[in-house]
């Protein structure tokens, strides 16, 4: 029988624990993965966590139908049904959101999902406390919905340790070994050194400092995203759909009982990597920190989109990070600079919904098979050529990222 190869992780967020998960339980590689906190505490446990299959390209929408299936499989596997299936809404009022959706639509047909066109009447049916005009329409995708990404990381580290991966807690890496364009293991910092075949990337965040003591410039940077959470609403329950509404850049989805509602900046903070603390619940941006700003640029189109927030208290405030790339879309793959190492991060606000996908996407590059889906698009080396040079440690670049997030519209 031929010798598994030896894998280390680093990073215990959503991306490493699902590379694990896929990895492991494909009985040819014995996975190291090291978290230096809580496994799925990171960036993870920020998210708002929509799983919205609707995407820019076909290849990324691939991605998310693939945690879908890992997903349902995850919930029965460990009897444990914990994702909101309430369905969501891509609301369109202007012709050229119209166009889009069509595409969506056929991207949804390709992967036989379900959808169904909804005029104003049925989304007011649905979403009672949403005020849109007679014009508006919408494309229904109804076994979209969220899922704790804290919950979801678990049940990928449990499937990983079921299969005999190492998954390990409150171990920092402190320095990877290279020599000769290889990275031959990585000494913990207890002193430990644990040698690897491939060493996996997945620091959130953090990926960007961290490869940058070796040279590797990833095209990524720490962006903020946020959203707020209103108290009890009559109006509001779990069992509604979620709506993304590109003209307002907005998304609500039900909390339970409470509104939760996020917006799209037209100016997105953005942070040094270097200035990223361990416990990044602790972080604060330097501008804006309590997000009032940015409540205000956008408080006269939600209200008008959603008049309940007129009498609504704004019960909580979650400012996180995001790592967004130049394009908006992942750093995935093997690293040009050094030929046994991957990267899985610069997610740009969809690193939940990627899950699946991502484990996937790098076991098979990993293994050397050929990938479910076209791997070029999501490549660290496209950004090569970019001019100026793409460099996380440069003001002008991580502006460059910032305005990804600043031009998205999908979920
Ligand atoms: C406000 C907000 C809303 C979001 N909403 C959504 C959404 O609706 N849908 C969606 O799909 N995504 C969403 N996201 C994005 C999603 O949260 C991220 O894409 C995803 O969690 C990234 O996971 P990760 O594993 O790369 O990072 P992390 O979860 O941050 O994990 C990285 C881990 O690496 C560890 N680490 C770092 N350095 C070391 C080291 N030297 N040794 C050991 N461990 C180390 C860290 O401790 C950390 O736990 C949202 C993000 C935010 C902030």
């Not at 036989?112 to 989304?123: N, Y």
Request: proline share 5%; aromatic share 8%.
């Amino acid at each position: 029988m031929a010798e598994k190869q030896q894998v280390v992780i680093i990073g215990g967020g959503i991306l490493g624990l699902a590379i694990a998960h896929y990895l492991q339980n494909s009985g040819e590689a014995q996975v190291w993965l090291f978290e230096r906190g809580e496994l799925g505490a990171g960036t993870t446990s920020q998210a708002a966590a929509l799983l919205t299959r609707a995407r820019s390209s076909d290849s990324a929408a691939l991605m998310v139908h693939e945690t879908h299936s890992t997903l349902r499989m995850l919930e029965q596997r460990f009897n444990l049904p914990f994702a909101q299936r309430s369905g969501c809404l891509h609301i369109a009022s202007q012709a050229h959101e119209r166009e889009q959706l069509l595409r969506y639509s056929q991207q949804a047909q390709q992967l036989d999902v379900g959808t169904q066109w909804l005029d104003s009447s049925d989304i007011q049916r649905l979403l009672p406390w949403l005020a849109i005009t007679a014009d508006s329409s919408a494309l229904y995708y109804p076994d979209d919905g969220h899922a704790d990404p804290y919950t979801l990381a678990q049940l990928y580290a449990r499937s990983a340790r079921a299969a005999g991966a190492q998954i390990i807690a409150h171990c920092a890496v402190s320095r990877l070994e290279s020599q000769g364009g290889v990275f031959t293991g990585v000494h913990l910092a207890s002193g430990e050194f644990i040698r690897a075949d491939s060493v996996v990337l997945a620091a959130g965040p953090w990926s960007a400092a961290l490869a940058y003591d070796y040279d590797i410039a990833l095209a990524m940077a720490p962006v903020r995203s946020h959203y707020w959470i209103t108290n009890n609403q009559p109006q509001v329950d779990a069992r509604q759909p979620m709506a993304i509404i590109p003209s307002a850049k907005a998304y609500f989805r039900s909390e339970q009982s409470a509104l939760l509602f996020g917006v799209r900046d037209s100016q997105c903070c953005v942070a040094d990597p270097r200035a990223l603390p361990h416990d990044i619940h602790s972080f604060h941006f330097a501008e804006d920190a309590n997000g009032w700003l940015a409540l205000e640029e956008h408080w006269h189109n939600l209200l008008a989109l959603c008049p309940l927030l007129e009498q609504a208290q704004l019960a909580h405030y979650l400012s996180g990070v995001s790592s967004y790339t130049p394009d908006g879309k992942p750093l995935l793959g093997r690293l040009e600079q050094h030929s046994n190492a991957f990267v899985a991060t610069g997610c740009s606000g969809a690193g939940i919904a990627f899950s699946g996908g991502i484990g996937r996407l790098l076991s098979e590059q990993i293994l050397g098979k050929p990938t479910f889906v076209a791997a070029e698009e999501f490549s660290p080396a496209r950004f090569a050529t970019l001019q100026p040079p793409a460099d996380p440690m440069s003001a002008e670049f991580r502006q460059h990222c910032a305005r990804a997030r600043s031009g998205k519209s999908t979920g």
